[in-house]
């Protein structure tokens, strides 16, 4: 039996052992890629909608509110919430879109309107 060729136990156990931590790092890896995607994305919708809010307000009538336009149903758990803040004598506008899912805050976004 001396006169075989072949892998021994300790061989293959540390052969294991580094296919299994070369596994759990690439598994690691794409469930922070996965993450990360899901968060871009929530991100990007949300800052898609937000713009959307944006346009909406300067295409209507200068007002001192403006209510939000609606949210198309398939971005279920989006809000969006509209500020004004009136800038020299009322003749400008600062108008902050806040875009909310599920109550959290996922961006901002300022613009100005001129009267």
């Keep these: 039996m ?20 070369i596994g759990v790092g690439f598994l690691s890896s794409l469930c922070t890629v996965s993450a990360v995607t899901i968060t871009t994305d929530e991100q990007e919708t949300a800052r898609n909608l937000a713009e959307t809010q944006m346009e909406y307000v300067k ?7 403006y209510a939000a336009a609606p949210i ?17 004598d009322s003749n ?5 879109v806040t875009i909310e899912r599920h109550g959290e805050e996922v961006t ?5 309107k001129v009267r």
């Design 2 to 21: 001396k006169g075989e060729k072949g892998f021994s136990l300790i061989e293959v156990l540390v052969s294991l052992a580094l296919l299994g931590i």
């Design 59 to 65: 295409g209507q009538a200068y007002a001192t509110s």
């Design 92 to 96: 400008i506008q600062k108008i902050t």
């Design 108 to 112: 901002t976004l300022e613009g100005y």
């Design 72 to 88: 198309p149903s398939e971005y279920g758990g989006y809000t969006a919430t509209i500020d004004v803040d009136s800038l020299y």
